[in-house]
């Protein structure tokens, strides 16, 4: 048996992403912006706009 790591992150979406895409890069970014500033309600407005425009970009089912 092969020996167990842990690690750093966190799985986002599973199957339906199937490599490093710009698009994971700016979820990424995304994400980070909400929990550098959870506090901030402006902050996270502005994310949920862009996560609608990126849904709107690439639905799943098409």
Known sequence: ???LRATSGKRV????ITGPTEEMR???HLIGRV???ID???VIAEVSE???R???AHPIYE
Not at 13 to 16: N, Y
């Open 54 to 56: 990126l849904t709107d």
């Open 13 to 16: 979406a599973g199957r339906i």
């Open 26 to 28: 700016e979820v990424g």
């Open 40 to 42: 901030d309600e402006s």
């Open 50 to 52: 862009e996560v609608v």
């Open 1 to 3: 048996m092969g020996e």
């Open 35 to 37: 929990i550098n500033n």
